[in-house]
């Protein structure tokens, strides 16, 4: 049954409204209620309300549960892709897909990268710039806290398959799959975090086109 809303906003079917979702996805991407509203443009009493409703209406008690829910929204193109058969015959990691690293300024880094380097530039949105480095991207964001490692993403065809399948072998996951980024053709960006047996970062990530 579709769930209404008050205030005489229209009704929507899915579990929670795109609003929710937006910073849902935030969280579970672990970012701060601070970094989620500078990234959203809106303020940290609306995402802290929004965490709120997500939380009652999926019945969980915190943030760590929400962080480690695998929802998928309904008008999301991962519920539309077709199954892989090749997941079906056990986990296969595709090539390395990215790798992550920080920077003190996103414009002077964009700049940098693209102009004196001479790499490919993909796309920027808010402090994140991507680019290709011969099928390898490279992740820039500004503002991260800097490291001595880099986060290795490996690439997956079906990545919630991927989730169940490392789980199951006992890898401990931080995040489940979740929509990073939804690019102007309908493309969806996605991504769950892990850790290695020092606890160190790794990824999974795909890509599902609309």
Not at 34 to 58: C, E, M, P, T, Y
Request: with cysteine; net charge neutral.
């Amino acid at each position: 049954m579709p769930l209404t809303s008050s205030r005489g906003r229209p009704p929507w079917s899915d579990v929670l409204t795109p609003a929710e979702w937006r910073v849902v996805e935030g969280v579970r991407h672990g970012m701060s209620n601070g970094l989620i509203a500078a990234r959203q443009g809106v303020s940290v009493d609306a995402v802290k309300f929004h965490v709120s409703n997500a939380l009652g209406k999926l019945g969980f008690d915190n943030r760590r549960q929400l962080q480690g829910w695998s929802g998928v929204r309904r008008d999301s193109a991962m519920n539309k892709r077709t199954e892989d058969a090749a997941m079906t015959e056990g986990l296969q990691l595709g090539a390395i897909g990215q790798i992550a690293r920080s920077v003190k300024d996103i414009v002077a880094a964009e700049s940098w990268y693209r102009d004196v380097l001479g790499l490919p530039h993909l796309y920027t949105f808010g402090n994140l710039a991507f680019f290709d480095c011969g099928g390898i991207r490279l992740f820039l964001e500004q503002g991260s806290q800097p490291s001595s490692q880099s986060v290795i993403y490996f690439r997956v065809s079906d990545i919630h398959g991927a989730h169940a399948a490392l789980s199951a072998r006992g890898a401990v996951f931080v995040s489940a799959p979740h929509m990073i980024h939804r690019h102007a053709d309908g493309t969806e960006e996605w991504m769950a975090f892990f850790e290695d047996n020092e606890s160190r970062p790794l990824a999974i990530m795909a890509q599902v086109k609309p």
